[in-house]
Structures are given as structure tokens and as C-alpha cells.
């Protein structure tokens, strides 16, 4: 029997990724009083592909603690974890979530004219056994004027984004042109989700349409 994909997110868009994937999960985000928000806090010098990798092994981690909490009946190898963690970076520079409406400004600021990086890390874990990748797009946004930052900062969807935007709200005005993955921008690529859980030993239940014949009596 294949193993269950346990989601260490809270994301609405890797949720409705993962269905638009057909690839069926059973929620584990993080309670309230976990600061998952502590594990993203950038080391001195560190690379954004380190980075981004290393943020989402800690937070995998914490999932497999969630997940021995929060379903103790569930063996180790009968569940694949799935963790997936997004940061933006132009020239080594990382862009996170900002800490508020000024700096999502400042971030925006920063990016617009420019063709930066969208970095999202995969892991997934069953058992002891860990699968991972690093997936990189290139996204090059428009000059930005003042009032369009403004605008935008205001409608408060910055707000929990890395690099303060989201490629499928109102920010996809912004873009030019886009290179690599389209849900990896979104926050969970998808060609590499399916290759390392079909590799942690998933695979997708067989599909039987309605509107298939009716076996023979």
C-alpha cells in the first residue's frame, strides 16, 4: 500500500496545487503555537539555494515531531512528509516575507526592473529516508512606478509572500517575462514533487472514470 502524503503547510496555494496535481494529502500545518517564522531566519552569508533548503529540512523536521504527536498510529514508513519552503533573491540578496507594509515597499522597490530568482526547496521524508531538490525560475518584473507599489502594498497581499508578491494575485501585472517553473513560483513545483514522491515510494491510486463499462456478468 502506498504511503500517505502528510502536508507540513498551511499554504492555500500548496494545497490547491497538490489537487490540482490530483495528488491527495492529509493536512499537518503547524499549530499556533509552533514559531515556524523563527526557522526562516537567514545566516550570515548563506547562499539563497542553502538557504531555502536549509529552511525547509528544519521544517520538516518539525513536521515529523507533528506528525509522531499528532498520529501516533501512523508508522514512520507508512507516510511520506512533504515540506516545501519559497524565498526570492536577486543578486545573493534574499527577500523574504516582509515585516510589514514599509518593507514590502522596500522589497518591491528593490525588485522592480529587475529579473530575479524564485527559489522553492522540496522535501519530502518517509522514515528515515529523505528526498529533496532545489527549484529555480527567473522572473523579470516591469518598472515599477510609486503609486503602483502603493496600490499594491495596500491591498495587503505582500503580506506573507517571499519577496512581497504573488505571482497569481494582482502581481502578475508587474511581470514581464517568466523562465522555469510556474507552481514553483507559486510555492511548490510540481514535476519535482511528483518525481521525489514517486521516488519516497508514492504512487497515485488508479483512476476508473464513471463512465466506464460495466464489467461483463
Known amino acids: 500500500m502506498p504511503p500517505t502524503v502528510f502536508l507540513a503547510s498551511a499554504s492555500p496555494r500548496r494545497q ?21 517564522e523563527a526557522l526562516e531566519a537567514v545566516n550570515a552569508g548563506e547562499a539563497p539555494a542553502d538557504y ?30 512533504l515540506c516545501a519552503d519559497t524565498t526570492v533573491a ?20 528593490a525588485l522592480s526592473g529587475t529579473t530575479h530568482e524564485v527559489l522553492t526547496a522540496v522535501c519530502v521524508l518517509r ?15 516591469a518598472e515599477l512606478a510609486a503609486e ?24 502578475a501585472a508587474f511581470i514581464e517575462h517568466v523562465s522555469g517553473s510556474p507552481s514553483g513560483i507559486v510555492g511548490l513545483p510540481l514535476f519535482e514533487t511528483v518525481h521525489l514522491l ?14 466506464s463499462p460495466s464489467p461483463a456478468p
Request: hydrophobic share 45%; aromatic share 6%.
Open 16 to 36: 490547491d496545487l497538490l489537487r490540482q496535481a490530483g495528488i491527495g494529502f492529509v493536512l499537518l500545518a503547524p499549530s499556533p503555537d509552533e514559531d515556524s
Open 52 to 81: 531555502v533548503l536549509r529552511v525547509t529540512r528544519l521544517k520538516t523536521r518539525a513536521a515529523r515531531d507533528r506528525l509522531r504527536r499528532r498520529h501516533p498510529e501512523v508508522a514512520p514508513d507508512a507516510a511520506c512528509i
Open 90 to 109: 536577486l543578486a545573493g540578496t534574499i527577500f523574504g516575507k516582509p515585516a510589514d507594509a514599509a518593507d514590502a515597499a522596500r522589497i518591491l522597490r
Open 127 to 141: 522514515g528515515e529516508a529523505v528526498f529533496e531538490a532545489v527549484q529555480v525560475s527567473q522572473v523579470r518584473f
Open 148 to 171: 503602483d507599489v502603493a496600490e499594491y502594498v495596500a491591498t495587503g497581499e505582500p503580506m506573507g509572500k517571499a519577496g512581497a508578491y504573488a505571482i497569481q494575485g494582482r502581481a
Open 198 to 211: 514517486r521516488a519516497a515510494g508514492w504512487h497515485r491510486p488508479a483512476f476508473h472514470s464513471a463512465l
